[in-house]
């Protein structure tokens, strides 16, 4: 479990970033972190990974306050960033330096999963595509069974077959002990492997359900035509129609469309919020 209180933490201290952030993650579930650029995201990663500190406030990982970066709570951490250098050894060199810092380091896991992804283990790091290396990055991250897995735009730079990869691992991967965050504006790569989903907005968390919530109270109409009595609480003009967030009056489900919801939470954070503050 993951419990972040009360966090104040800023670059520029006249103008904090986190003013008072309160957030707790349970295990079990693939959490999906949206937000636009600047709203927050990478730093609130960060500072769950122990890599920045908050001014004031606390985050706890399993009873350990990430900012100790105690041993311990490090090896049941794997952060995928955005950006990352790789050093110009083999992928099987890279691996025995690191695996043994985490002790559920599965080696038949990675040989599997770097199988899937179709990786030379004997070739140099800095040899591979940008894609080749997100792969990899991931494999090693799946085989180290942390419980606990920060992602920072993990589609970023993969084609299409890659990206379907990706779910599928990840699906295949997820233990009911572990949590993993995905940061990411790719938001239809990830439809299906996001639950609960985490809106962020200038620092604040603004929107933060579960899927099952969100079908429930909300239907999404990609080819949306108004009819008497309906209530629009979002819509945005596409090609040949409106696409529509309405208010679910009669108990049947659409698909989330993340998208869209996101857009939505965006421009209309109140009206949406209250639909699931007010019982139906």
């Known amino acids: 479990m993951i419990i972040i209180e009360n966090v104040v933490f800023a670059y520029n201290r006249k103008k904090p970033l986190f003013n008072g952030l309160s957030l707790r993650l349970e295990k079990g579930n693939i959490y999906g972190l949206l937000g636009k650029n600047g709203a927050g995201k990478t730093t609130l990663l960060k500072i769950i990974a122990g890599l920045v500190f908050p001014q004031s406030g606390k985050c706890s990982l399993n009873g350990f306050e990430s900012k100790d970066r105690i041993p311990e709570a490090l090896e049941d951490i794997y952060i995928l960033p955005e950006e990352f250098e790789l050093p110009s050894i083999k992928i099987l060199q890279y691996v025995s330096l690191n695996a043994p810092f985490y002790t559920r380091f ?84 990830l439809q299906s492997l996001i639950d609960p989903v985490i809106i962020m907005e200038d620092g604040k968390i603004i929107f933060n359900r579960g899927i099952e919530d969100i079908s429930h109270k909300l239907l999404f109409e990609p080819q949306h035509k108004k009819e008497a009595g309906e209530k629009i609480l979002y819509a945005e003009e596409v090609f040949g129609g409106q696409s529509a967030v309405l208010l679910n009056t009669s108990k049947r489900e659409t698909r989330v469309d993340l998208e869209l919801l996101f857009n939505a939470v965006i421009s209309q954070p109140k009206a949406i919020n209250d639909v699931f503050e007010n019982p139906s």
């Open 106 to 189: 599965d080696m038949e896991k990675f040989n599997n999963l770097i199988e899937e992804f179709q990786l030379d283990p004997q070739k140099k790091l800095n040899q591979l595509s940008y894609g080749q290396k997100k792969k990899f990055l991931l494999a090693f991250g799946l085989s180290t069974n942390a419980r606990l897995m920060l992602m920072d735009e993990p589609t970023n730079g993969l084609d299409i077959p890659s990206k379907s990869q990706f779910r599928k691992v990840i699906a295949a991967s997820m233990e009911a002990d572990q949590i993993i965050i995905i940061s990411t504006h790719q938001v239809r790569d």
